[in-house]
């Protein structure tokens, strides 16, 4: 089904790679907005006057659900804390590129209490990785 392909291709691709991808998604999505629309937006949110900027909108509210839902629909909690180290890797790199909408994207999927609730690490693991896992940090990260 195309809920395991989701599923394991997390597992299977660096996460540089994923990365890097969400990264040209993002890029070639932001390149379109103009300064006028940005200004529109704020005023007035409205798919009309400012196409491009909801577009950008609506594809970071979509990379959170995705990273939130393939957390969720795990059924051990070992793999949900595999899909959810993951995606903390994918941040990382993100991070790196300077891909702040997508890392920030994610970073909201992992503070979601559905997700935190259910993830449930260990102190152990929270060490291992770091600042980055502390979600209550205020993204500390950066």
């Not at 900027?53 to 051990?76: E, K, P, Q, T, Y």
């Not at 702040?100 to 503070?111: D, E, K, P, Q, T």
């Amino acid at each position: 089904s195309s809920e395991n392909l989701n599923w394991t291709f997390l597992l299977k691709i660096k996460p540089r790679e994923i990365a890097l991808q969400m990264t040209q998604i993002d890029f070639e999505k932001f390149s379109k907005i103009k300064l006028c629309e940005i200004l529109k937006y704020v005023k007035a949110p409205s798919e009309a006057t400012s196409p491009n900027m909801c577009s950008f909108v609506n594809h970071f509210n979509s990379v959170s659900f995705w990273a939130s839902s393939l957390i969720l629909r795990r059924d051990s909690k070992d793999d949900r804390q595999r899909v959810y180290r993951r995606l903390l890797a994918v941040m990382e790199h993100l991070i790196k590129l300077n891909n702040f909408s997508s890392a920030f994207a994610l970073f909201a999927a992992l503070c979601k209490t559905a997700v935190r609730r259910v993830v449930n690490l260990t102190n152990k693991t929270r060490k291992d990785f770091g600042e980055q896992s502390d979600v209550d940090g205020q993204f500390r990260v950066i």
